[in-house]
């Protein structure tokens, strides 16, 4: 009989035995050598849909990624079924490392960074000149990502029946951002969508904008129906006032040099919480050059920054340090004020 009491010894210890076998756990990781490539189209609840060579396929985040989320853009890669028929499922294994990434917060006070696009070459901006009417400092918000995440910006410039372009271009002139402007007509004709499309061949380009200033319109008109099918389906929201695009979509662009088009949903905001000064300042190559003597930490709109003795030297073009300046206190102030 088993003794349990005072006069227990150690033939009594229960042992529990091991369920998942007897083999010791081991913190090694497979390298999957033999995964295939693919890169993320879009993400819906935890389910990515990627481009393996010409086929879709539905897969989901493996384990061994802990909290390591896979965005739109990102290059990945995959292990399991890789037929892309119906209800198959693979696993993203690893995810490449990014050479950009637009990232925003909710507001100015959120901590927790969220990452829109990974891998874009460009940012398109979009805004219409009238109804509604142009938000600069939006405008200024999604620059000052575009240059910290190390994309190139591209200001669209819709709706000029209502209202001329040359206030808004002059505002950002210093800057020489290329830009494109266009109409209601064309943009319902598709001469928007054809001039549009000479800045993104060979590019992978994220399209952003709030409400109502045509960018879904716009990105339609760029992929057809057609081209649509191929990369799944966009969660359209109906309602007046509400845009279409509930979640981050690549689109692959026609025409002999490619490219890849990403519709994100519209926003109301673009915090920067996340934003380092001495990131923005790389998108200024005339300029970066006077930092050389800026006070550590400098946020370059100081009294012993150098960038002023620099400029009045005449390294650089004083409207370029005023851009700057301008971009970096978006940070400092919300978008109303």
């Known amino acids: 009989m088993r003794r349990y009491g005072k006069h227990t010894d150690e033939d009594d210890v229960r042992v529990r035995p091991n369920r998942k076998g007897n083999r010791p756990r081991t913190h090694i990781r497979p390298k999957h050598e033999d995964a295939a490539d693919g890169m993320v189209l879009t993400v819906d609840r935890g389910r990515l849909t990627c481009l393996v060579d010409d086929r879709i396929v539905l897969a989901m985040k493996a384990r061994e990624l802990g909290r390591k989320a896979a965005v739109v853009g990102d290059r990945v890669a995959l292990v399991g ?18 050479t950009s990434v637009l990232r ?9 960074e969220r990452v829109v696009v990974a891998n874009a070459d460009q940012l398109a901006v979009v805004t219409a000149l009238a ?10 918000r999604c620059l000052v990502a ?8 591209l200001l669209v410039l819709t709706k000029s029946d209502l209202a001329p372009p040359d206030e808004l271009l002059e505002l950002y002139g210093a800057l020489d951002i290329p830009y494109v402007v266009t109409n209601r007509e064309e943009l319902e004709n598709g001469d928007a969508a054809d001039r549009v499309r000479e800045h993104l061949e060979g590019k992978i380009t994220a399209f952003v904008g709030h409400s109502g200033v045509g960018k879904t319109t716009l990105v339609n008109a760029l992929v057809p129906e057609d081209r649509r099918r191929t990369t799944g389906h966009v969660n359209a929201v109906t309602g007046r006032g509400r845009h279409t695009t509930t979640s981050a979509l690549a689109l692959p662009l026609d025409g ?16 920067l919480a996340h934003i380092d000064p001495s990131r923005v300042i790389h998108a200024f190559p005339d300029l970066e050059p006077g930092t050389a003597g800026c006070p550590r930490a400098c946020s370059h709109d100081e009294p012993d920054c150098a960038l002023d003795e620099w400029v009045a030297q005449g390294h650089a073009d004083p409207a370029r340090l005023y851009s700057l300046r301008r971009l970096l206190a978006t940070r400092e102030r919300r978008e109303g004020d």
């Open 81 to 98: 079924d890789l037929s892309g028929k119906k209800d198959t499922l693979a696993r993203i294994v690893r995810i490449e490392e990014r």
């Open 256 to 271: 002999e040099d490619g490219g890849w088009v990403v519709d994100t949903p519209g926003v109301r905001s673009f915090g």
């Open 146 to 153: 575009a240059f910290d995440g190390g994309l190139t910006p």
């Open 104 to 112: 925003r917060t909710a507001d100015d006070d959120d901590p927790y």
């Open 131 to 140: 109804d509604p009417e142009p938000r600069p400092r939006l405008i200024d």
